[in-house]
């Protein structure tokens, strides 16, 4: 910036140094009023920079919802890959929510008493899912029910009712758990992991377990809340 050099009025004598003077002192007034301009604008710009917070606006500020739980299904890789490839490929389940965990699982088949492995315990359970209906809480059985098929169904009504729920198994809403021991999802019917393989099932909002015993030594079953 360029400072005009100012001169004292006339007629009056001034030397060297007192010029200095002068020129000092014109050189705060210049500076005072651009400081003052600076200042006078200042609120201006912070009114544009940072809007004042009250109640009203504090209301109208939008806050995103927190984003839904992801789902991981057959053919996401999240789960032991067992689990996966046996309800894709034996029963053609690929949109069931999964919460089979591979530790779990290797826990699981460390148990002394299992005369057969996850895999063959997860398919015994899905068999029996498919086609007993001998509990009134089973699954299969609420869908005869469903369909209007009661007391001995024929073998229609069992396909009917099978295809019914193989629909409602291949849904993301519907979800398949492998039990752990004194953890969520107990069954109703007091059976514990140490005697046997268990898997919770939540189907159109109704719970069900599946039990497997571990030893062999008694026919897969399901049940639903009595």
Known sequence: MTVVKALPPPGV???PC???VWEDKQKMKLSAAILFSVMSAAPAFAA???PEVNADN?????????AAPSRSGPRDGQNYSG????LIKEFAITEISMNIPEPEVMSQTGFNNNAFCFEHALRLSLTALLEDYSDPTSPLARTLRELGALGNPSKADIKRARQKLMTVLNTPASNISLVSPYKNYQPQGGETVEKNWIFYLRLE???YWAIVDRAGGKAPYVYGIK
């Not at 504090?58 to 927190?66: F, K, N, S, V, W």
């Not at 689990?83 to 046996?86: D, I, K, R």
Request: aromatic share 8%; no cysteine.
């Open 83 to 86: 689990a996966e490839e046996l």
């Open 205 to 207: 909002g109704n719970s």
């Open 58 to 66: 504090l209301t109208a500020i939008e806050i995103p919802a927190p």
């Open 18 to 20: 007192q010029e200095r």
């Open 48 to 50: 544009n920079w940072a």
């Open 13 to 15: 004598i001034h030397y």
